[in-house]
């Protein structure tokens, strides 16, 4: 079955009991049994639950992948995967990355004897060379989040096959719909269910895919034993939100397209990070391994004066300032003051992320009302003007 159909129907079959289409939300924590260990699958809430099941199985089918397992939020996921390596381990991650992630792994897990070191890896000779007897998996997000950098999957994965290295990529930017990292041989991929996969900013989730069959029990052992699982109606709403998975991320894609150009050709602005534009340097990648180039873009503007940032950002009406993405409803944030706070400011600078970097999540509202919204806030902000130096915040 094509995507649509599968996001539609993979996994979701009518409630035997009533025949209800939508799948019921099995709001239980626990299961009467008939006699001590004699029950119908369902022992324990943490470990099953119906309407976890039937999203976990929607999910595996749009990542191409035999398994999938959903936790209380993307974070949920990413410290599940990290709990299958040992102290002393090290893991390999692109330096452009989640401020989020970086903080779990920098702030919670380091202490534990793991060790992450942050790299540039849209070079995978850049990768090569900082493998160590040690490195037991490559973290990559690609695109990345917020410079849009794209990382090739294949060449990655390439490399670290030869040296026994698991591949995990975060595929939140891209969604299902646009890439899948199983497909270029990475063996789990890692989606916030929380942006494109609920696409309606009402639920907070996370969600892992893979093939072999072996992680997937120490997976699925570690969901159960640390106990980030989501609750089934945010399960039941994320359900609900892939059915229009496809038709969003078209929308989505489609209006990123117009905003990027309009921004390239912007007399304000200065340099427009998005994937789908022909002279991003790895824009060859991303037409390889990406059906399409996503809704994400970030910009600066000419002269890099933060009060002119802060202002474009306070003056747009239809994009909210908000914390997130991959919602219908079009956001602008300032990734170093919100999602990439936890970053130290030498560290951000060092990785190109700007004080004045803005993010959008371009929404499926009209693409006329988006652009002159953005037209008419970059013409407020850069008519006050006044060249300021740019200073941290
Ligand atoms: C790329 C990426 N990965 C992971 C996460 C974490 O997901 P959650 O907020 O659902 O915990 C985020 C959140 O913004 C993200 O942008």
Redo the contacts with the bound molecule.
């Keep these: 079955m094509k995507f649509a159909t599968r996001a539609l129907h993979a996994g979701i079959v009518p409630d035997p009991t009533t025949g209800a289409i939508m799948t019921p939300i099995y709001q239980t924590s626990t299961y009467v049994q008939e006699a001590p260990g004699q029950h119908k699958g369902y022992a324990y809430a943490r470990g099953q639950n119906p309407t976890r099941d039937v999203l976990q199985k929607n999910l595996a089918s749009l990542e191409n992948a035999k398994h999938a397992l959903c936790f209380s939020?993307?974070?949920?996921a990413?410290d599940a995967v990290i709990k299958l390596l040992n102290p002393g381990d090290e893991v390999l991650c692109t330096d452009d990355l989640?401020g989020?992630?970086f903080r779990l792994f920098s702030k919670v897990l380091e202490k534990f004897g793991l060790v992450f070191r942050y790299i540039p890896m849209t070079d995978t000779r850049n990768i090569e060379k900082h493998i160590t007897p040690k490195t037991r998996l490559l973290w990559l997000?690609t695109p990345t989040?917020p410079l849009m950098n794209i990382i090739d999957i294949g060449a990655a994965v390439q490399l670290a096959k030869t040296k026994n290295i698991m591949v995990v990529v975060?595929n939140?930017?891209a969604s299902p719909y646009l890439q899948n990292p199983l497909d270029m041989g990475a063996d789990i991929v890692l989606h916030?269910?929380?942006?494109y996969i609920g696409g309606h900013s009402d639920v907070?989730?996370?969600a892992l895919a893979m093939n072999n069959d072996k992680v997937y029990e120490d997976l699925k052992f570690i969901q159960n034993s640390s106990g980030a699982v989501p609750g089934p109606q945010d399960c039941f709403l994320a359900l609900r939100g892939i059915k229009t998975l496809h038709l969003r991320m078209e929308r989505h894609c489609a209006n990123a397209k117009v905003i990027a150009s309009f921004l390239k050709n912007h007399s304000k602005v200065d340099n427009v990070y998005y994937p789908g534009l022909p002279d991003h340097p790895n824009h060859d990648v991303a037409k390889k391994q990406m059906r399409d180039f996503g809704g994400m873009i970030s910009f600066t503007l000419k002269g890099d004066r933060m009060e002119e940032a802060v202002k474009v950002m306070s003056s747009t009406e239809l994009f909210s300032l908000a914390e997130?993405?991959g919602g219908v409803e079009s956001l602008i944030g300032h990734p170093a003051s919100m999602?990439h706070a936890s970053i130290p400011r030498e560290q951000r600078l060092a990785n190109g992320l700007k004080d004045t970097l803005i993010r959008l999540s371009v929404g499926v509202e009209d693409v006329d009302d988006l652009v002159a919204d953005l037209d008419q806030a970059i013409g407020v902000a850069t008519a006050v003007g006044k060249s300021h130096p740019v200073t941290s915040m």
């Design positions: 939020s993307g974070m949920g990413t989640y989020g992630t997000e989040n975060d939140t930017f916030s269910a929380t942006k907070v989730m996370g997130s993405l999602t």
